[in-house]
Each structure stands twice: as C-alpha cells, then as structure tokens.
C-alpha cells in the first residue's frame, strides 16, 4: 500500500483552477519530485496535501485512509509536515522556540532538538536568535528542521532552493541527501531540474494544474523534463 | 512630601490599570480583537462576587476560586460560540459583536441586580483602608499594595508561561500567523479559545478587585475599558510589560492631576493618553515617510 494516494485532485484559487485530476502515489521510503514552470500548480498542490489549501475535489489517502476533511494540524499529527515556500517561520520567536513549537505535535520519533541541530550544524549557534534576524540559508535549515521536529512519515518540501544563494542551496540539498538516504519519504517541488534528477527517485513535471509526465528518475533525460516543463514535449506518464 | 506620597499612591492605582487592561491587551495580541465588553465583563465578575458575598457570606477572597474558572469558562464560550464566527467576517465584524455584547451585559446586569451602587469593601474589613505608615506623611495601603502585587506576578506570569511552556509558544506562534500555526500541529481554533478564557479570567481577576476598592454601578465597564484602552495603548498595544508601564504612567498621571486641581484626576489621564497617542502617529508617520523631512513635505 501506498504511504501517500492522490486520487483526482482538485483545486481552485476562485475562478482559477490550479490544480486540475491530479492522481499519483507515494510509496513509503520514495522521494517524488514536483517539477514545472511558475503557475504550474505544485505549491497548490503541495499545500491542498498538507491542509493548507481546501480541495475542489478528488481524495487524499495517507496510510489508506482519507485525509482529505481533516484539518492541517491533524494532517501534520497524522504524519503529514509541509515546509512551505518561503519558510514561513515564525519570526519573532527564536530559532529554538521555532523547533519546540513544532515538537510538541505529540508525534514520537528519531528526530528531537538534539538530532536537528547535529543534521543543520549551522542552526547550533544560532538557536538564540530571532529567526527573522537569520540568513536565507539559516531560515531554511530552521524551516526544514522544524518539519522534521514533528517527527513525520511524510514530508513535503515546497522550493527549498528558492531564494538562497549557491552556497546555502548545497548546505539544504546534502542534508536533504542525508534524510533521504535515512529512508524518508520526501515530496519535493523543485524548479531546477538538475537537481531534481539527482536526488529523487520518481518525478513528476506538471503543466497548467496537470501532471503531463510522471516515470523514475534514473529512466528520464533532462531534454525530456525540460521539453514537458515548457510543454514542447508528447506528454506521457510512465509506469512507476 | 505630598508629591512622593501622590507617586506611591499613583504607581499602586497604576498596578489596577495594568490589572484590568492585562486582558484586554492579551485578547488584542493574540487574536486581534479589541474586547469592548472587557470592562462589562470586569463588572459581571465584581456582580457575581458580590451576590457571592451578599447572599451567602463569601469572603470576596474566596470568591475568586469560583469565579474566575466562571470567567474563564464563559471567555472560552465567548470565543467558540460569537467572536471566531464574527472573525470570519473582517476586522470590523469583531469590534461590534464586542460592542453588542458589552449592551446586553450591562442591561442583564442591570435587570439582575438593579442600579443600585455597591461595593465589597464592607466584606473585607480593615483590609480595605489600613495602610502602613511609612513614614508620617507617606501611607501604603494594604489593598492597594495588594493589586499592584498581583498585576506584576500575573503580567510577570503570563509572559514567563508564553515563553517557557508548550501552550504559551503556541500561543504566540497563532499569534504571529495562524496559518502557519496548524502546519506545525497547532488547533489554531483551540488556542483562541483558551486565550480568551485567560483574557475574560483576568478581567474578572480585576472586576473583584475593583469592588473591593471602591463602588461599582452594573453601567461602570464603559469607564473601566476606558481606562484599560487608555493604559494598552500607552504601554504599547499588545505588550504585557508595556501594559504594566502603561498602567504607572496612567496612574500617576491621574493622582497628580488630582493633586494639581480636584476635577484634575480623569483630564490629566486622557491628557497623557492623547500625548503618547499623538506621540505615536507622529512616529509612525516619520518612519513610513522617511523622516522628518518626509512627514512635512508637499505632495506633489
């Protein structure tokens, strides 16, 4: 059985409909790359699974059961943790109040204040600071860190990349390498495909709310993805 | 000698201010609510203590372990049941359902308990007019030293319970973004309802105390939320520490007002608030427009 089961997925922004019959699946231990252009619907998308955003319609099932009327703090207890685009911390708290707030979910596990702070080495200075006074990189480590405090099954990354500079996105990505070769299951919107290739098992290029592409990562050229990105290509989706 | 004795006097009256507007700076900070039925609220809880008193011999010291989980129940009701529907509807929805309530408060209190002035001073004995004698002209009263004891535990308080605990983080993080809040596993719903049961609790909290202090009327929260406005916007909106300093400065302006001229006491405390609140806006306006330059510049 499938960790993640989106069946016919719906989602609108009023008029706008962003996200149109999405269904694909997300087996425990996988990593799932989102790619697309800007407006292709991977945000919604990402936001309609953790609760965030409510579903036009379609399913949600996580571990067999349908999520898709519960909440988004009963989503993240349930195992569900999105680190939204733009980190979204919160800004007058400090770094560790960031991390504690997100620990206190209730859910049990490998991840504490000590394992994510040994996994973001950067953060162990600044665990006094206000987040709103870190870097890009520091803010996205706390960010991260704090999803990962909530001990969850699946979790959900919306442009980690976005914003940070070459240096702060190699920091991000091997720590991701390090969670993923751990054995998380990852959903991971990335726009760079480059590194989407690299790190995920499966992607899934999606085009004005649709997926036009989906096969493993080890199977696809990035002529392929790129031809899908700006809709130049055939759209297929491969077996998983 | 008269003006440190008006001092005293006037930081000890500000302990009450910063009492009563703890909640209402507390709601606003957490939820964006400005409360205009905080003071009916104050007086519900000095009403019930009274019957409390009147009726069945209750020391109003005793009185306040059944009526502040009272108020802390009908805070979390008030929440649930008026003000997270009337959020729904935009900023201003809130402000007139509190305004609704605060009428209908005041006339059931009124229908209850009649206009009749009352106090539950007579319930407390010496200890509402003994003071120590500091030195011959300088007096502390009990009472007095009593409230402004309790504002700074209770701010002191809350703000170390929003810092070092799980709740109180959650607290704050719902504060700064709601939305955020429920990603990280936070019934955003839940902890608006348990602040402003802390909110209403601290209200009745303050409403007991202005009944042992002096009299109260079922029409007095209008004046109580005035002077709760007056010490929150002083202190800085939505600051509990500021709430506190807010409550001095609103004090001791008033005893001082009253010692310059009788009829002194309420003008020198709405003076000193329009002063910060001017003092304020001028701020504001300087910084979005780039100095002073800026601020008195022509448009063009």
Request: aromatic letters at 8%; one cysteine or more.
């Amino acid at each position: 059985m499938a960790l993640l089961g989106v069946e016919r997925l719906d989602a609108r922004h009023g008029l706008l409909q962003a996200v149109r019959g999405v269904s694909f699946e997300v087996a425990q231990g996988e990593t799932l790359a989102l790619v697309g252009a800007n407006g292709a619907g991977k945000t919604t998308l990402l936001r309609t699974i953790a609760g965030a955003h409510k579903p036009a319609g379609g399913r949600i099932l996580f571990e067999g059961i349908d999520v898709t009327a519960i909440p988004a703090y009963a989503r993240l207890r349930a195992g569900i943790a999105l680190v939204p685009e733009g980190r979204r911390l919160f800004t007058e708290m400090t770094v560790k109040e960031n991390l504690l707030v997100a620990g206190a979910c209730g859910r049990v596990g490998p991840w504490n204040l000590d394992t994510v702070v040994e996994a973001f080495p950067l953060l162990r200075r600044r665990l006094a600071s206000r987040a709103g006074n870190l870097s890009g990189g520091e803010q996205q480590a706390t960010a991260i860190g704090r999803a990962l405090m909530t001990n969850p099954r699946l979790l959900l990354l919306d442009e980690v990349s976005l914003g940070l500079a070459p240096i702060a996105v190699e920091a991000v990505y091997r720590s991701l390498e390090a969670l993923i070769a751990g054995g998380a299951t990852i959903v991971l919107v990335e726009q760079d495909i480059n590194r989407a290739l690299a790190v995920a098992t499966r992607v899934a290029c999606m085009l004005e709310g649709r997926i036009i592409l989906e096969g493993r990562a080890k199977e696809m050229t990035r002529e392929q993805v790129t031809e899908a990105y700006f809709g130049l290509g055939r759209a297929r989706r491969a077996a998983p | 000698m008269i003006w440190v004795s008006q001092l005293i006097n006037g930081v000890l009256l500000g302990g009450y201010y910063a009492l009563l507007a703890c909640g209402l700076s507390f709601m606003f900070g957490v939820m964006r609510i400005i409360n205009l039925a905080h003071g009916d609220l104050a007086i519900l809880a000095a009403c019930v203590a009274f019957f409390m008193a009147d009726s069945a011999g209750i020391s109003p010291f005793v009185a306040f372990i059944g009526v502040l989980p009272l108020m802390a129940v009908v805070g979390w009701l008030l929440q649930r049941g008026m003000l997270e529907r009337s959020l729904r509807a935009g900023i201003l929805v809130p402000l007139l359902t509190t305004f609704g309530l605060a009428i209908v408060v005041e006339n059931g209190l009124f229908e209850w308990l009649g206009a009749d002035t009352r106090s539950l001073a007579p319930d407390i004995g010496d200890f509402a007019f003994d003071s120590w004698a500091v030195t011959g002209n300088i007096y502390i009263g009990w009472l007095a030293a009593l409230i402004f004891a309790v504002a700074v535990a209770l701010l002191g308080g809350l703000k170390l319970f929003l810092t070092h605990t799980s709740l109180g983080r959650a607290i704050r993080a719902t504060a700064e973004d709601p939305d955020t809040a429920e990603l990280v596993g936070i019934n955003a719903r839940s902890v608006y309802a348990t602040a402003a049961a802390i909110a209403v609790a601290t209200a009745g909290l303050a409403g007991i105390f202005l009944a042992m202090r002096e009299t109260f009327t079922p029409y007095s929260g209008p004046t109580q939320l005035i002077f709760a406005f007056e010490a929150v916007v002083i202190g800085g909106i939505g600051s509990l520490s500021g709430t506190l300093i807010g409550g001095i400065v609103l004090g001791v302006a008033q005893t001082f007002g009253a010692q310059i001229n009788p009829q002194g006491f309420l003008i020198a405390g709405h003076v000193v608030f329009l002063a910060v609140l001017a003092g304020r806006l001028v701020f504001a306006a300087v910084r979005t427009r780039g100095g002073f330059h800026g601020l008195f510049a022509r448009r063009s």
